[in-house]
């Protein structure tokens, strides 16, 4: 072999796996107290329903039910602050559009006076 021989090079792409990653909370969420409600309820039920659990595999299920709650809870209320701002936003166009539609009007009046 020299220095001009043809050399062949295959390469194939390797996919690393995945691991389960991580949650993270907007800590914001601590202090609503309907959130709180929520978890101490998910809690409760947790341990109720796991009794006879050995102990590290029940805190595992309740940090799982914390985050299953904290993204059911997390969505809804994003969801419902992208309808209030909708609906505020169709307000505000509407007022625009009532206050254009006055602004005609008064021109046309002051157009008939004089």
Known sequence: MTDHSLVELKLHKIQPERGPGYFKINNSILLDT????????EIFNTVQDNKDANPNTLWEVIKGNIRNTTIR???????????????TIKIIETLEKQMHEKTNDTTDIENEIT
Do not use: D, N, P
């Open 34 to 41: 309907q959130y709180q409600a929520q978890i101490k309820q």
């Open 73 to 87: 809870y997390t969505s809804f209320q994003q969801k419902e602050t992208h309808k209030l701002e909708a609906e």
